[in-house]
């Protein structure tokens, strides 16, 4: 399934379901304009299914949001495996690689911030699906940052992934207000930088 704007890209299988298409064509829809400003009969309307298909395998809405954000993250989450069979040895090489990612991602003219944190700023009730379901992907992805971390040789690595975290985080943030040539352009060095003061 093709993603607007995660890290990475992964190909497009040759054949698609019903819900594979409404959740490509919801997730670049809610990306570009916002959830909220999007119906579902736009989401029908362009993927050329009709409304009971979309609830044949959509519970609501919101559960076709939860699902898009969910996939998302897991396109994430198959860059960084594929970071980790590159570099098996080299935790150190691996938050590099995922920091110059996001870096990349940041830098893309279409980027419009992350779709986890996007839905959950839309979503402030906790018991909203698509807020769980950011706060599931932003969680797995601290502790992803954990395990690297404590695999180096540092006294706080917790801090450290916690530190990326945050410099990840609001350069994502930074890029929605201060465009490509603001603070968001810092991030790799920024990075290098905390690094360095945990590793001396």
Not at 29 to 52: C, H, M, Q, S
Not at 167 to 195: N, W
Request: aromatic share 4%.
């Amino acid at each position: 399934m093709t993603i607007e704007n995660p890290v990475g890209h992964m190909l497009q299988p040759a054949r698609r379901t019903a819900a594979d298409r409404l959740c490509e064509v919801a997730t670049g829809l809610f990306y570009r304009r916002g959830i909220r400003a999007v119906g579902v009969d736009e989401i029908v309307n362009e993927t050329g299914v009709t409304k009971p298909t979309l609830y044949r395998s959509f519970a609501s809405k919101d559960d076709l949001v939860a699902t898009c954000i969910r996939t998302q993250m897991e396109v994430v989450a198959a860059n960084w495996d594929a970071i980790a069979a590159r570099l098996p040895d080299d935790p150190l090489g691996q938050i590099r690689a995922i920091v110059a990612g996001f870096a990349a991602d940041i830098a893309d003219p279409a980027f419009r911030g992350c779709p986890a944190t996007n839905a959950a700023v839309e979503f402030p009730e906790q018991d909203h699906p698509a807020r769980h379901a950011s706060q599931q992907c932003k969680a797995a992805m601290r502790d992803r940052l954990y395990t690297l971390a404590r695999r180096l040789d540092i006294a706080d690595p917790d801090g450290l992934a916690d530190g990326l975290l945050l410099l990840i985080e609001g350069a994502a943030g930074s890029r929605h207000t201060s465009a490509t040539q603001g603070p968001s352009q810092a991030l790799v060095k920024s990075s290098e930088m905390l690094l360095a003061g945990h590793m001396r």
